[in-house]
């Protein structure tokens, strides 16, 4: 009668297949323990060839040791070349990352552009500073070209900046002229002419 694998024990780890579970699974069954060594750093070597080395020739070795270790379900006893991984360190999770909630009114202008603000918002009146506010208000009217193209004109960009600084950066809209930007078109797809066969 056929044995399918719906039917037989789930692998532990099945990127190395049923065999190599079969091979680990008679390994435990030795009796002498040098001999049992012997059967492992076997078993070692097949895995070598079923996983690729990548990177580091000690952790990539190390980490077949632990997958041997895991496949047996920590319960081989052999003199392991390394020292293996810990059953409970399987299951640990890192610590959750906490995120700081931020609020961002115009969220097409992003956190960088707020940053960029409170840096010019702090220097001292000056040419430096004039340059870093021109080169902010050209970079939101970039910004907002690509969200909404048909409502972007220099003194609706001036009037968030104004808004988004609290009235520390100021321009004048009569007489500061932001850089023309425009949406370049999409080049055409080109159809290839297929040869005709003489």
């Not at 992003?110 to 960029?116: A, D, N, V």
């Amino acid at each position: 009668m056929l044995s399918y694998n719906t039917r037989r024990p789930k692998l532990r780890l099945p990127e190395y297949g049923r065999n190599i579970q079969q091979m680990v699974d008679y390994c435990q069954t030795i009796t002498d323990r040098d001999e049992r060594t012997r059967c492992a750093y076997t078993i070692v070597e097949v895995m070598k060839t079923l996983l690729p080395q990548t990177g580091d020739a000690d952790e990539y070795m190390r980490k077949l040791w632990d997958h041997l270790a895991i496949m047996s379900d920590f319960a081989l006893d052999v003199d392991y070349p390394f020292e293996i991984i810990a059953p409970d360190h399987l299951e640990s999770r890192p610590e959750p990352i906490s995120y700081r909630p931020s609020y961002i009114r115009h969220q097409h202008y992003g956190k960088g552009i707020e940053k960029l603000m409170d840096a010019a918002s702090a220097m001292e009146a000056g040419e430096e500073k004039d340059a870093l506010v021109h080169l902010i208000a050209n970079q939101m009217k970039k910004l907002r070209l690509t969200v909404n193209p048909d409502t972007t004109d220099d003194r609706k960009v001036i009037m968030e900046l104004a808004d988004l600084s609290h009235g520390n950066l100021l321009l004048d809209p009569d007489t500061t002229h932001l850089h023309d930007y425009s949406i370049a078109d999409l080049p055409a797809a080109t159809k290839k002419k297929r040869k005709r066969k003489r």
